[in-house]
């Protein structure tokens, strides 16, 4: 599983697919599908959510066979029967949702290793030391699982990856969980990893993350490579072109900041989230926006976590009625448990949380939902969709109420609803009886969306990163809809690690540092961008 030497002749490609389909039922993933990988290539794969790109990887990983088709690897046949034979054959896979267990520690979870690794306790330091060498990838074997940062355990999850020296590795839309810093981390490791002779398989919507490590990208559109190639050759409008089928003039500010088209984010001091040296600031300015009155309050709000660290501390917020509100800042300090206490997900420590003046710091989402709260979180996968329920259960979750007729479940006005929400929001699926589990990720999140946006009465939307993991077309549903709510009076807070798509989005933009909020900044003042940048690293002059 290493690098072919230098003076090799003619490499044969380390991953070949030829005319590759896969069924589901009456729904075609992947249809007649020709790819080629050849080792130290970072090959893109592009496409809408639902254009076949998971499904891709989980065939070369051995999760799913294909209905037809033959995949190769160094010229010979590969038909991985399940992951664990693929590891074993110089294979791995970073998934778009984790597959790390929280309550083991990250040591145990990486002795874990299916197939392929068999390390001892000892010969893990020593590869870990080798990775953190040859990589920059550090973690903490010691460390809860769990109780890591979003992007510390999806790092966790790219060490177990290259722990058995893979020699093709399989990235599905890794950066959808990653702040900007990170993001620029996690692209370099993945260049020194092909430049180490391994294939490398990126799945990504962000165009920005193609141009700046990719070698060559394959554009899929319903299941068919609709074109691709060396990245050299193809310009960024060539592949939004491609990914969506026409010409696209004068991108949206949003949907271009989505994809990674706008000036790259600036990135908030490491010790932002460190805790380490100097106090932290005092906030700037009122953090109250001058529009209407608050829908949504939140006063002097302090979450203390397990271990005693202080995560949310002494924080004040008011969104009004009508207005967007953006919460932009270095992952770590604070939004995160803020979105989980809104949710009531959380419990705080101490403070108020009021929804139309109405004290719902001790309810549980089912009553805040029914005051008009609705909310996206952070890893909609795991805290918004039950895998096992249908689509339309889902859809309808925590509303079955409303659709019970003398005691009884009415179906016909469940689906009838549920296929309303699945037309308006343009969700994907073989129909609203299906399970949620058989969508692709970004139509399972354009559910969610479909479910918080369309709560009656609705007052407030808490969006925790709402554009992640969409392609273009759902990413303008959502601005869209976001837009509209805030136009018909609803209060929208937007958490987001995306500077330009806040900016554009926002009225006004706080920043989170060190569990605070510092700000606002309106976004129509020219130096909007300038200015957040300034208090992401806590300067507030
Ligand atoms: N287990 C399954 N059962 C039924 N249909 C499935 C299953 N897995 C995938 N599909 C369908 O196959 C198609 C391709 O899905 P896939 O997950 O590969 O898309 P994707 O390009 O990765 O999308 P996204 O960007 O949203 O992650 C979708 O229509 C999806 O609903």
């Not at 699926?429 to 479910?451: C, E, F, M």
């Not at 993991?469 to 805030?486: H, N």
Request: aromatic share 2%; with cysteine.
């Amino acid at each position: 599983m290493t690098a072919p030497p230098a003076t090799a002749p003619a490499v044969a490609p380390a991953l070949r697919l030829s005319g590759v389909s896969r069924t589901f039922g009456a729904t075609v993933a992947l249809d007649a599908v020709d790819l080629e990988v050849s080792p130290g290539e970072v090959h893109c794969v592009l496409g809408e959510n639902g254009a076949g790109k998971s499904t891709l990887c989980n065939i070369v990983f051995g999760s799913l066979r294909p209905s037809s088709g033959s995949v190769e690897r160094d010229g010979e046949p590969f038909t991985p029967s399940n992951p664990a034979d693929a590891i074993a054959s110089g294979v791995t896979m970073v998934h778009q949702h984790f597959s790390l267990l929280p309550n083991l520690t990250v040591r145990e979870n990486l002795l874990l290793g299916r197939g392929g690794v068999r390390l001892d306790r000892a010969g893990l330091a020593r590869r870990l030391a080798e990775l953190e060498e040859a990589y920059g990838l550090a973690v903490d074997p010691d460390a809860t699982t769990g109780a890591l940062s979003v992007g510390a355990r999806q790092q966790v999850e790219i060490v177990k990856a290259l722990l058995p020296r893979p020699d093709l590795i399989l990235f599905d839309e890794p950066t959808g969980v990653l702040g900007p810093a990170e993001i620029a981390g996690f692209l370099s490791t993945v260049r020194r990893i092909a430049d180490a002779g391994t294939a490398v398989v990126l799945i990504t919507h962000k165009l920005a993350e193609v141009t700046q490590v990719g070698d060559r990208a394959t554009v899929l559109r319903g299941g068919r490579v609709v074109g691709g190639g060396p990245l050299s050759e193809l310009t960024s409008d060539d592949l939004v072109t491609l990914m969506i089928g026409r010409e696209v003039g004068g991108l949206d500010s949003v949907l271009a900041a989505s994809l990674g088209l706008t000036s790259p984010e600036p990135v908030g001091s490491p010790a932002a989230t460190t805790g380490a040296a100097a106090e932290a600031p005092e906030p700037a300015g009122s953090p109250v926006p001058a529009a209407g009155p608050a829908v949504l309050e939140v006063r002097d709000l302090v979450v203390d976590a397990t271990d005693g660290a202080r995560t949310v501390d002494h924080l004040d917020l008011a969104v009004p009625g009508g207005s967007i509100v953006g919460i932009a800042g270095v992952e770590g300090n604070g939004q995160s448990e803020l979105v989980s206490v809104l949710s009531g997900a959380l419990t705080a420590s101490a403070g108020t949380v009021t929804l139309d003046g109405t004290d719902v710091t001790a309810a549980g989402p089912g009553p805040r939902a029914a005051l008009g709260l609705g909310v996206i979180p952070e890893d909609r996968h795991h805290d918004a969709i039950v895998g096992e329920l249908t689509v339309a259960q889902n859809l309808l979750l925590g509303r079955l109420d409303e659709l019970r007729r003398f005691g009884m479940l009415d179906r016909r006005a469940m689906r009838r609803r549920a296929e309303d929400l699945v037309a308006r929001y343009d969700v994907r699926t073989a129909g609203t009886d299906a399970p949620i589990s058989s969508l692709s990720g970004g139509n399972q999140q354009k559910a969610v969306l479909a479910r918080e946006l369309s709560l009656d009465p609705l007052r407030c939307v808490v969006a925790a990163h709402p554009t992640r993991g969409l392609d273009l077309g759902a990413v303008d549903g959502v601005v869209r809809r976001l837009r509209e709510a805030a136009a018909s009076g609803v209060a929208v807070l937007v958490v987001s690690s995306e500077l330009s798509e806040l900016l554009a989005l926002c009225d006004v933009v706080h920043v989170a540092y060190r569990g605070r909020l510092l700000g606002p900044v309106p976004t129509d003042d020219p130096t909007a961008r300038d200015q957040v940048a300034r208090l992401m690293t806590g300067a507030v002059a």
